[in-house]
């Protein structure tokens, strides 16, 4: 397969081991674009981007969002010639067969739209491999997947009305209206960082809270009410199955987090805001 491969990383205030995590996949990718959401430039950025070839830095000066920023790298990549995006976030790193994996598979499966690796966090919650090599799956989440550009101008690109959280699913929903395939890999596993995630115990199980801002629980909220009005109709097993995850996070809250109040209240914001047709960045 002899089309080229672009990547993108999306920063918003990272920590220095970023640079760690962008090394791991720099040089599996022809381009590489690093979109920086972050309210300050930090000086590390200058360094690396000397010691690493066909990579272009955007500062955005603002925070953008997951959708917009995404949007931006893929257009790049298509200007660039490329066929494939690589999307990626600050805090996953990737492993050495990690873009070569992904173009197998899409050399192997039926109009592919996005192709996933699994995802391991540091507490190994990822989800089993099946026996099969890939899997044909409703939904997967942003990072570490291979995009059909072909697919991504079929279907109009991510959703900027969300900013953020709930901005993968919709995007794998309209690929598969459009006839487009959404696969994981499972033999291929990216290490990400799931939110701040903990370990506790509850009626002697472990349980895994995420422990995201208040901010994101608005977004989590308000785009989970969109999400559903607009493909509980279409997808009903899907929608039921992330409003039983999202209902799960929340009793984690109630239990386990910090700011519980400030997160509730954020929630309620969020139902409201929804109600009152608010969309793109609010916080």
């Known amino acids: 397969m002899n089309e080229k491969t672009a990547g993108v990383v999306i920063l918003y205030n990272p920590e220095d081991n970023v640079i760690e995590n962008i090394s791991s996949y720099a040089d599996q990718v022809d ?8 309210e300050k430039r930090k000086n590390f950025t200058n360094n690396y981007l000397k010691e690493i070839k066909n990579v272009e830095y955007v500062y955005n000066n603002i925070n953008l969002g997951v959708a917009a920023s995404l949007n931006i790298a893929a257009k790049k990549a298509m200007g660039k010639g490329c066929s494939y995006l690589l999307t990626m976030d600050q805090d996953s790193k990737a ?14 499966v039926k109009r592919p739209g996005i192709i996933s690796p699994l995802h391991s966090n540091i507490y190994g919650t990822q989800k089993n491999a099946s026996g099969s090599k890939f899997s044909k799956v409703e939904s997967v989440m942003t990072s570490g997947n291979l995009i059909s550009l072909e697919a991504y101008k079929t279907v109009g690109g991510f959703d ?64 989970l009410l969109y ?49 009152r047709d608010v969309k793109g960045q609010k916080y």
């Open 31 to 38: 381009f590489l674009f690093i979109i920086d959401n972050s």
């Open 95 to 108: 492993p050495d067969n990690l873009v070569g994996s992904l173009l197998n598979c899409v050399a192997e």
């Open 160 to 223: 900027e009305d969300y900013f953020i959280d709930y901005v993968d699913i919709e995007y794998c929903l309209r690929l598969k209206l459009n006839d487009y395939g959404v696969y994981c890999i499972n033999n291929v596993l990216l290490q990400h960082r799931e939110g701040n995630i903990s370990e506790k115990t509850f009626l002697f199980r472990k349980v895994y809270p995420t422990n995201n801002t208040p901010t994101r629980w608005y977004y989590k909220t308000r785009n």
């Open 227 to 275: 999400l559903s009005f607009k493909y509980r109709k279409i997808f009903p097993v899907l929608i039921k199955k992330e409003i039983l995850i999202y209902f799960k996070n929340i009793l984690k809250i109630v239990l386990f987090e910090k700011q519980k109040l400030t997160k509730i209240k954020m929630i309620i914001n969020g139902v409201r805001d929804c109600l």
